[in-house]
């Protein structure tokens, strides 16, 4: 029986993973290296070795109801779009609320995660651990979750780039940028179109002389801001749309969705057309990037080419000369450094993990990760998902398939990404949002039944199918139901609008002239109407008079 659990990291995905424990009845203990919770949101100055680091500016792409935790919304007053410095103060009332703060230990490095002697019986592992004073201790756990997430290990493919070694300027990864001080009056070159590399590009062509963005594969970039003035997520990541593209083929999907963004900015005249469709890879959300490339203080390129000493030569022929700085934004490495090497079972790209949480090929179901994900969505309400499932899982309220049956899902599922995705080495993989989350929530049995719910609560039903996808729907029923869920779904846009009220403004009162003008135009075409249909059929409307007068005996 699971008792005792080692959670390894105390970023959102170990913070939601030490609470899933205790809701089990299980005894929690979190290691986390540095001094302070939250992960990849703490912004340091300089950055901790093997640590995730955030820019000054960071700003997340993803709404904060659709970010949450699903028992646990972000304060009405947040904005929708929020700073790292209040997601940071968002995970620490999360922490406080659920008193999660005393099974941290910080300043706690896990070195490795070894089986115990008695594993085979009792697929219990041995932990050893570090502290900043170079002190060791080894533990025991009944099971362990891993949670150090996948934006750890910078990817500077030096290799890829002949010359790099003559330049004469300054270069460096995006994990290292800070801001855009050492820019000013620069002339700067940005490797990678990503989310990162396109605020790089947008927040330092602000002081730069010039910035050129270079993009092997291009990219769609989105707006954060939909129609009426939503956030994108809340208007499109819907169950009403999920439905449709289980329905309709992909294509028309890809068809539509491109033909929607070119009509905001043609991606074609502004050198971003990417070689593969919209929906089979995340797009770029930028509000700003397209202003900065219309404006000029952006220049789109081709590949880098090679680099001789201040010049930078591209793919397609032109250069850039007198380059001071390059910022390489070529995204991450993943790896598992504590781990076992035969723990994890590689399957393409990806390391193999049965619906992205087990290792399928281990004797006993005590080791998971958590947060190891990667979707159109944010990452706190998928890890939190994937926790409470593990931990019924560690309880054995829910037992896993055969290693063997895992295999062949994993490969299938392998299968699938490379098949709907563009996946690469540093992209292993891709999960729809709604169908991962739904899937998940199948297996705990909390899943909104939308037919209970059509019968049950239709005005209930209603938000969940035509409203936004928050966590909150996966408290309505089930294993860890909460009292509050209804409520929160019904506030959701309360909350949304909130930190926009700060001008009052008076109710617009329709005039008298303005009522006469709409009652003329109404009357105007119901005349014409008429007429167009008597003209057309010049019998019927006398025929129909005749009819409703009053008959004499």
């Known amino acids: 029986m699971v008792h005792r659990v080692a959670v390894i990291g105390a970023g959102p995905s170990g913070l939601t993973s030490i609470k899933a424990c205790l809701e089990e009845g299980m005894e929690p203990t979190c290691f986390e290296s540095s001094d302070d919770m939250g992960g990849l949101w703490k912004f340091k100055a300089m950055s901790e070795p093997n640590r995730a680091s955030i820019y000054r500016s960071l700003t997340i792409n993803i709404s904060k109801e659709m970010m949450c935790y699903s028992d646990f919304p972000i304060p009405s007053d947040y904005p929708n779009y929020m700073h790292h410095s209040k997601i940071l103060n968002y995970f620490r009332m999360y922490a406080d609320h659920f008193k999660l703060l005393k099974y941290i230990r910080f300043q706690t490095l896990v070195k490795s995660v070894r089986k115990a002697p008695d594993y085979s019986r009792t697929g219990r592992w041995e932990v050893l651990t570090e502290k900043k004073d170079g002190h060791e201790e080894r533990h025991v756990f009944d099971a362990v979750i891993c949670c150090s997430g996948h934006y750890t290990y910078p990817n500077l493919p030096l290799k890829d780039f002949p010359g790099i070694e003559t330049f004469e300027g300054k270069y460096l990864h995006s994990w290292d940028y800070k801001g855009p001080e050492d820019m000013y009056g620069k002339r700067v070159v940005v490797i990678g179109i990503g989310n990162s590399g396109g605020d790089i590009a947008v927040e330092t062509s602000r002081v730069a002389e010039q910035v050129y963005m270079s993009t092997r594969r291009g990219a769609w970039v989105i707006r954060q801001v939909s129609d009426n003035g939503l956030p994108v997520d809340m208007k499109y990541n819907t169950r009403f749309v999920h439905i449709l593209f289980q329905l309709f083929p992909i294509n028309f999907f890809n068809w539509f969705g491109e033909k929607k963004v070119n009509a905001m900015y043609d991606h074609t005249m502004y050198a971003l057309k990417p070689k593969h469709r919209l929906f089979s890879q995340i797009p770029v959300i930028n509000d700003d990037l397209p202003m900065k490339i219309l404006s000029g203080a952006v220049i789109i390129k081709p590949n880098v080419k090679e680099i001789c000493g201040c010049t930078v030569v591209f793919d397609d022929g032109s250069t850039v000369e007198k380059v001071d700085t390059i910022v390489f934004a070529t995204g991450y490495n993943y790896d598992f450094p504590y781990l076992p090497k035969k723990a994890m079972y590689k399957s393409g790209h990806r390391v193999g993990l049965y619906k992205h949480v087990f290792p399928p090929t281990l004797e006993h179901p005590t080791l998971a990760v958590v947060g190891f994900i990667h979707a159109l969505g944010a990452i706190m309400p998928q890890a939190e998902m994937q926790a409470r499932w593990v931990t019924r899982v560690f309880k054995g309220h829910k037992k896993l398939p055969s290693s063997q049956s895992m295999i062949k ?37 909390v899943r909104p039944s939308l037919l209970w719910l059509f019968f049950t609560d239709y005005p209930l039903f209603k938000r969940v199918f035509w409203g936004p996808v928050t966590a909150y729907q ?30 009052k403004l008076e109710p617009e009162q329709p005039s008298t002239a303005r009522r006469l003008v709409k009652m003329s135009l109404t009357v105007m ?13 010049p019998d019927v409307i006398p025929t129909l008079l005749s009819n409703m007068r009053p008959q004499r005996v």
């Open 409 to 445: 899902a994993v490969e299938k599922d392998t299968r699938n990404i490379e098949k709907s995705y563009i996946v690469s080495k540093l992209t292993p993989l891709q999960v729809d949002f709604v169908s991962y989350m739904d899937e998940i929530a199948g297996d705990i049995g």
């Open 474 to 503: 996966y408290r309505l029923m089930g294993p860890g139901k909460w009292e509050g869920a209804r409520r929160a779904i019904f506030t959701q846009f309360d909350r949304m609008y909130q930190p926009l009220k700060t001008r």
């Open 525 to 537: 075409a119901g005349g014409a109407a008429i007429y167009y249909f008597h003209t057309r059929n």
